[in-house]
C-alpha cells in the first residue's frame, strides 16, 4: 500500500526527521491561504501516488497567492499522467503546499528489499533532484549501497559512512547520519517494502531536511497496523485490483487483451509466457487460488470480464484442490450474471475434469477445449487472428 507524500512527511515528523512546514489543500482557497502564511511564496505539489510529478506538471513553485490558487485550480479534479501511470494517470484530490526551502545540495536515499542480499539495504546518491533509474543508467558508479544485516539493522557506523560518502561533514553529516537510522526504523517498525526521499536536502544553514517522502508498506502486515491502513486512498488504485484484494484474490492488471484465469501463482505466470508467445498479450495476472469456492471463480471472472480490454479468456485450470467441475460453475455463473460473449480457451487437467468439461459445454459459451498449453496458444494466436 503507497502512501501520499503529505502523510508519509507526517510519520517522518513522528520520528523526528526535518520536513519543511507544509499544510494539505483540497480547495484552491486553502492553497492560496497556505502559501499566504508562507509569505507568499511556496511550492504546490499534486498528491498523487506516482513519481515523475514534476515533469508530468503536478509541482510548481509559485510566488503569489493567486497563482497558487489558480495552479491550484487547474490541477484539483485532473488527472496527472506520468511516467509511472497509464494513459489514464490517476486523480487529483489534494495538494500539499510548502515553504520554499534553501537548498544548497540534494541527495537521494531510500531503503528498500534486495533480492540479492535476501534482506534490507540503504541506497544513497549524491545525484538528488534526479529519476534514480537514470542515475544508476548513466552513471552507476554515483550509486551507493549498503547491505544491512536484518538481526543486526543498520548500524551507526554504516549510516556515518554512507553520510560521509553524500559529501557531508561535521554536523551536517552527524545530523545525516542520525536521519538514516530514523529511516531504517520507519522501514522495519512499518514493515514497509520501500522508503524513499528524493530529495534529502543540505540547507544554506548545514542542515539536513527531508524534502520529499515516499512510503510503500508491505500490504500483508498491514493487520499489524491499524493506523496505517486507515491511510489507504482507494482512489489512486487500479480499482480492478482493489476488487481483488478485497476479495483476497491475487490479481495484477496488465496491458493486453487476454483475461487470463488461472490457479497457482507458478501455474500463472507460466500461463502469462505462453500467452505472450503466442502473440495474445495477457490482459491481466490472476491466481484465484487452490481452495476456491465457485463464488471466488465467479468473483475471479467477474472482474476479468470488468476490463475492458478483455476480448478473449484463457482458463488454465490444474484441478486439485480446486476442482475442475467447481471452477466450471464459477465461470458459467460469472458470464450469466455478466451477460458476457467473449470466446473462451480452456484447459483443465486434474480431479473432476470431465464433469468440468461438460458443464462448460452445455453452457452455450463459446469455448474451445485444449490439452496443453501449446494448444491453448495455438487457440489464441487464432481467434486473436480472426479478431484483428
Given at each position: ?8 512527511k507526517t ?26 502564511s ?12 506516482a ?16 497563482e ?15 511516467h ?37 539495504v ?14 544508476a543508467?548513466?552513471?552507476p ?7 544491512v544485516?536484518p ?28 536521519i538514516?537510522s ?16 528524493n ?5 544554506g ?34 480499482q480492478?485490483?482493489?476488487r ?36 495474445a ?36 485450470i490444474?484441478g ?51 490439452d496443453t ?16
Amino acid at each position: 500500500m503507497k502512501l501520499h507524500e503529505h502523510q508519509a512527511k507526517t510519520i517522518f515528523a513522528e520520528y523526528g526527521i526535518p520536513i519543511p512546514n507544509g499544510k494539505v489543500a483540497s480547495t484552491p482557497a486553502e492553497a492560496a491561504e497556505a502559501i499566504s502564511s508562507f509569505g507568499g511564496r511556496g511550492v504546490v505539489k499534486a498528491q498523487v501516488h506516482a513519481g515523475g510529478r514534476g515533469l508530468a506538471g503536478g509541482v510548481k513553485v509559485v510566488g503569489s497567492a493567486e497563482e497558487g490558487r489558480e495552479f491550484t485550480d487547474g490541477l484539483l479534479g485532473s488527472r496527472l499522467v506520468t511516467h509511472q501511470t497509464d494513459a489514464s494517470g490517476v486523480p487529483v484530490d489534494t495538494v500539499l503546499v510548502e515553504e520554499l526551502a534553501d537548498i544548497a545540495s540534494e541527495m537521494y536515499v531510500a531503503l528498500t528489499m534486495d533480492r540479492n542480499h535476501r534482506g534490507p539495504v540503504l541506497i544513497a546518491s549524491a545525484a538528488g533532484g534526479m529519476s534514480i533509474e537514470e542515475v544508476a543508467a548513466t552513471n552507476p558508479d554515483a550509486i551507493i549501497t549498503e547491505a544491512v544485516e536484518p538481526t543486526l539493522g543498520l548500524m551507526p557506523f554504516q549510516c556515518r559512512r554512507v553520510a560521509a560518502r553524500l559529501g557531508m561533514s561535521g554536523a551536517t553529516a552527524r545530523q545525516g547520519a542520525d536521519i538514516l537510522s530514523r529511516l531504517y526504523r520507519i522501514f522495519t517498525e512499518n514493515d514497509c517494502s520501500l522508503v524513499e526521499v528524493n530529495p534529502l536536502i543540505v540547507t544554506g544553514e548545514g542542515e539536513v531536511v527531508a524534502l520529499d517522502a515516499k512510503m510503500d508498506v508491505e500490504d500483508d502486515a498491514l493487520f499489524r497496523h491499524s493506523n496505517l491502513h486507515a491511510l489507504r486512498d482507494r482512489s489512486q488504485e487500479d480499482q480492478l485490483e482493489a476488487r481483488a484484494a478485497d476479495d483476497d484474490i491475487a490479481y495484477v492488471s496488465l496491458d493486453g487483451s487476454v483475461g487470463c484465469l488461472v490457479n497457482g501463482a507458478g501455474l500463472a505466470m507460466a500461463t502469462l509466457d505462453v500467452a505472450n508467445a503466442a502473440g495474445a498479450a495477457p490482459a491481466n495476472f490472476l491466481d484465484v487460488g487452490g481452495g476456491a469456492t465457485e463464488e471466488k471463480v465467479a468473483t475471479a471472472v467477474g472482474i476479468i470480464l470488468s476490463d475492458p480490454k478483455v476480448s478473449q479468456v484463457l482458463v488454465n485450470i490444474f484441478g486439485g484442490i480446486l476442482r475442475c467441475d467447481v471452477a466450471a460453475r464459477g465461470i458459467v455463473m460469472a458470464y450469466e450474471e455478466h451477460r458476457a460473449t467473449q470466446p473462451m480457451v480452456v484447459r483443465m487437467l486434474g480431479t473432476n475434469l470431465e464433469e468440468g468439461k461438460e458443464i462448460l459445454a452445455h453452457s452455450g459459451l463459446d469455448v474451445t477445449f485444449t490439452d496443453t498449453l501449446t494448444e491453448a496458444a495455438a487457440a489464441l494466436s487464432a481467434r486473436a487472428g480472426a479478431q484483428g
